[in-house]
């Protein structure tokens, strides 16, 4: 098949899924105004993958085609079972009424299907930071025949780590007949699409809440919603551009540049001085090589020694600039996804009169199963984002119980019954999932020391946070600003909670489990004891207290409005119930963002850069949406001058946020090969001994072990899905909680280097290797004897550099 029929094939496949899909949609998206039409495509590839997954994991289906076969038929009948409730002809009315709605929403979702296309094919190879080990997932699942999928970097073991999105990526690989490194690709552009997509239809249902009549003019504003979530940047690229101007940097009486500015502003390596002439494009010390990269290094921690402690804050247009298919971003669709179901649920989709049976609170148990399995789900995506999006549900729930019943604590209690519904049963549902699966976290531990800069939150969602303050306020001025006080207030109280929790985690490790790994934590810190930990910390927040009250101020504003009585009817626009979901949602960004200023989660790291770079991540992208929304509704509302000021605002904050992708993608697809197979790159001899590997029956392949990044090894098994005897030792023993045989390293070694057959064929006994590559990297890796391989296995495959041993 040629490479343009596999992409026409991919997105009618893509497609197809949700047409058949839409009956479920209808049914469980009932209350918004799109009946989830946007979300389709998300939703069929989860149900899709998870009916095939779980039947799999049972034994029930295999993996192949005949099995994804079988999980479509079943998926076919759910849909089946949804159209049965509706009335005759009603699916067909609805979609006859919405032809202009669904039209724009299949020529959004094209764009941006045909723009990451071009993007990709510009630099379509696999080759740097996490990529290969991506590849490998999704190899290693075309090769398994069965459920769980092996572990491509350590032979006889299963995958241990979210793998439901490659999964997805490959069951579609499978059905098309497509090779893992051109899948990689298309799945990179899917996600893009379908975040593209899933973001126009939640901005379009909350403007429907808002305006219903004014429908032709929402299906074009709504776009703004993409284009803040997955295109706009963060102030980085317009630091670089001032920077790579020598703006603000003066000569000393010797001729060396100066800057007080770019010293405080103390942002990576823009704090040292621009290397070259005045440049209007930026720049990676003298060259334009990957100078994005310090936009997702904005936040600086250090510890009490002043060393540097790397933090990653991510953003989506970023991300996609940098081409990898991490979780994080394969997540994207699925958890806008979640944010819609959320916001049916508010609106009163799925609710029920009268109490669950036991359960106490009032939602549809059909409903109930429904968003088990979809949140439960995002666990096995990216395991951060269940609690995220299960909370957003829940309160989501409490939100609509509260505002037409009052507050009561009935509510809260059932909002603690549902977390742990959903909590119980997304575990019980992908039960499989976690019987295989070793986390590396270790406990909750405090921040103490390092509170984010009020200067760099305002450089990484700056172009965020501008259009929501200002919606904010005019959300305030409609209630006659009453009750400011007592917001801001309340936002003052959670932050100083989350600072006391801190301090009491702190207190509790230090004090009552010194010997606990997070007793060890909190000392290792350093500084002498606890109190002197505490007063430097407070030292540095004190200092720092920009960040802090922003924050705050965020909270407070949120919590302020959310907590009032809504009126009995609607006199103004800011008394749309569409508002209080948006300020849930900006809620929840603001949370996310705070939470890691005082407490994160422990990992191998040891510090909270994995914490902020997850929670900022989906605080991009709920800020996002809320701020194209609240956007619109103020250029709706606002008039005369008030409208001008807001409308330069956005323009202001459109162009300076547009410099990052409009830099970093002309940089990327400069020069382009023209392709979506993401093996073109290698050499040719290193594709054909790949593509024999891909055609050999599955067996253990011995190939050069590197340090994790490495790509120039375990290549053979990243591409092929043959799984080896030991990938990145690194990313190994993250995923395995560093429960990882490393003798197997030097077996390796062993197994090249020696010239004793007999321990070699130990080796190969003892791991049932079948297939040892000599290569450019097994060479360059160790002193490789060769002859024992010539001597006693037979040549399997053989190209000029490459030589593939096959074991009897």
Known sequence: MSEVLSVLGWYLLLAGLGWLTLPLGYRFFGALADKGYAFLRPLSLLLWGFLCWLLGSYGLLPNNPAGILSATLLLGGLSWWAARGLQPGELRDWLRSQRGTLLAMETLFLLAFVFMAWVRSASPQIYHTEQPMELAFINAILRSPAMPPHDPWMSGFSISYYYFGYLMVAM??????????????????????????????????????????????????ASLAPLLVLLLGNGGALLELAHARHALWAPDAEGALQSRFWIWLDVDELSSPPVGEPSWAPRHYDTDFWWWWRSSRIINDRDLSGNDQEVIDEFPAFSFTLGDLHPHVLSMPFVLLATGLALNLYLGGGVRRQPLPTLG??????????????????????????PIYAALYGLAYLLRQGRREGWRWEHFIDLLALGMVLLVGGVAAYLPFYLGFTSQAGGILPNLINPSRGAHLWI????????????????????????LGRGLLYGLALAAGLWLLSVGLAGLYAGLLPDSALGQAVAALGGG???????????????AIGGSLSLAAL?????????????????????SPMHAFVLLMVFMGALLVTAPEFIYLRDQFGT???????????????????AAVGAVVLLSELR?????????????????????????????????????????????DTQAAIAWLQAAPLGVLAEAVGASYDSSTSRFSAFSGQPTLMGWPGHEGQWRGGNVDWTRMDQLRTLYSTSDWRSAQLILEEYNIQYVVVGPSERASYPVNEEKFAQNLRIAFQSESITIYQAP
Not at 529 to 543: D, P
Not at 557 to 572: F, R
Request: proline share 4%.
């Open 460 to 483: 990484m969602f700056g172009w965020l946070w501008l259009p929501l303050l200002a919606y904010l306020l005019w959300l305030w001025k409609g209630a006659r600003w009453q009750g």
């Open 555 to 575: 909270l407070g504003l949120c919590l302020g409005l959310l907590s009032q009585k809504p009126p009995a009817k609607k006199i103004e626009p800011q008394h």
């Open 640 to 684: 005369r001058v008030w409208r001008a000021a807001f409308a330069g605002l956005m323009t202001l904050v459109l162009a300076a946020g547009l410099l990052f992708p409009l830099y970093s993608f002309s940089q990327i697809t400069r020069n382009p090969v023209g392709s979506l197979d993401g093996s073109a790159h290698l050499p040719a």
């Open 361 to 386: 609170f009032k939602i549809q148990a059909e409903d109930l199963a429904f968003a088990i399995v979809l949140l439960g789900g995002l666990a096995f995506l990216n395991i951060w984002d269940f």
């Open 172 to 221: 579609l690989a499978q059905l098309l007949k497509l090779s893992g490194s051109l899948a990689f690709n298309l799945g990179f552009v899917s996600i893009f699409a379908c975040a593209a997509l899933a973001a126009y239809g939640l901005a379009y249902n909350l403007l429907m809440v808002y305006k219903p009549r004014l429908q032709r003019s929402l299906l074009w504003l």
């Open 608 to 626: 909270r850069m994995n914490t902020v770079f997850k929670f900022y991540f989906q605080a991009w992208q709920l800020w996002a949406v809320a």
């Open 529 to 543: 004891s606890l109190g002197e930990i505490l007063v430097a910390g407070l030292q540095r927040r004190a200092a």
